[in-house]
């Protein structure tokens, strides 16, 4: 029992320190951070091997290497940890999940958009563009406060709730190659004429990756709601987004605040008319940012307190999780 009961701690430390990290300090500008070296290496790969014939099969390839060696890399630094300390190793996991983890700094990112709009448009604009991918030049001060809560929602999935997926099945390994997953979509998977071919498995994978956490996210941000009758308008409007995950979050948070997301929206100079996701095109405020955030939290620890359970759970069935299978 003792054992088991050691072997638990082990697991959920590095949990909750990576999170307690994130919830205090985000992401600071002045630590290097593993998704900078990700962006390196997938803008490396980019341009030396977009170009020519084959674009499609080029990009596959240097996505998946890219993905297995962020894993196997991982794996083979855990396993040496291991060998000279189990402590090192609980070290090395916490500051991978502190690392992996975004959720205070999205919020933060989408606090200051707002008070930047308050100052003037322009400030609002400058800072949307830190967190969307669109073309934000020309947009309503309605557009930059819609594109700030749709990406709220988005990134909930994105860097809260499918990393700790990905964490419950596969450890920090598997934390750690989504992140690289996510990263090459962000980078490179575009439809736009220069991406469409050499990113096109980068977007797909990432769409595998998120199809569960994506659904999970939308059903952790109403329960955090409380108002579950909402679950059936983000079913149905879940699907109208382009991309086959992004919509539920969206249309959860759309839901719960009872606005309008989507339309139109240009990316890279290009046009995409994206479906409506809600009825209501009611002016936003921050008030309904203020709400965004604490449905946001609510879901996050209802994410966190679900792998803890998960993982206390399988150990007392299978005496090893995933997350434990290097130390025994």
């Known amino acids: 029992m003792y054992r088991e009961m050691d072997s638990w701690m082990f697991a959920i430390l590095p949990l909750l320190i990576g999170w307690l990290l ?5 992401d600071p500008q002045w630590l290097p951070h593993p998704v900078v070296w990700f962006g390196r290496a997938i803008s490396a790969c980019e341009h030396k091997l977009n170009r020519g014939h084959h674009r499609n099969a080029k990009g596959a390839v240097v996505a998946i290497i890219l993905i297995a060696l962020v894993f196997a890399l991982t794996w083979l630094v855990r396993y040496w940890l291991l ?12 500051i991978i999940i502190f690392y992996c983890l975004a959720g205070t700094t999205l919020i933060r990112e989408v ?17 949307v563009a830190r967190i969307v991918g669109r ?62 071919d050499f990113g096109c498995w980068a977007a797909h994978i990432d769409d595998v990756a998120n199809y569960i956490p994506a659904r999970l996210t939308a059903l952790l941000m109403v329960l955090a709601s409380g108002k579950l009758n909402l679950l059936a308008f983000v079913w ?5 987004h382009a991309s086959p995950n992004s919509g539920y979050p969206e249309a959860a948070l759309a839901g719960i605040l009872n606005c309008r997301f ?22 936003l405020t921050t008030a309904d940012m203020t709400k965004a955030v604490r449905v946001n939290r609510v879901a ?22 995933p997350v434990l299978c290097l130390l025994w």
């Open 236 to 240: 149905r409007n879940g699907p109208r």
């Open 135 to 196: 073309d934000t030049s020309e947009l309503s001060a309605q557009e930059v406060r819609t594109a700030a809560l749709e990406t709220l929602a988005e990134n909930l999935s994105d860097g809260v709730i499918a990393p700790l997926f990905w964490f419950a099945l596969l450890g920090t390994p598997g934390m750690l190659a989504y992140k690289m997953v996510n990263t090459l979509d962000s980078m490179i998977g575009y439809r736009t004429e220069r991406y469409k």
């Open 22 to 26: 994130d919830l205090l300090i985000g």
């Open 111 to 127: 606090r200051e958009v707002f008070f930047a709009l308050d100052r003037s448009l322009e400030e609002g604009r400058q800072q």
């Open 83 to 94: 060998s000279l300390s189990s402590y090192l190793l609980l070290l090395l996991d916490a």
């Open 262 to 283: 989507g339309g139109p929206h240009y990316y890279f100079g290009q046009l995409f008319d994206k479906p409506y996701i809600g009825e209501n095109g009611r002016p």
């Open 300 to 321: 996050e620890i209802w994410m966190i307190l679900i792998v803890l359970v998960y993982e206390k759970i399988l150990l007392g069935f299978c005496c090893c999780s």
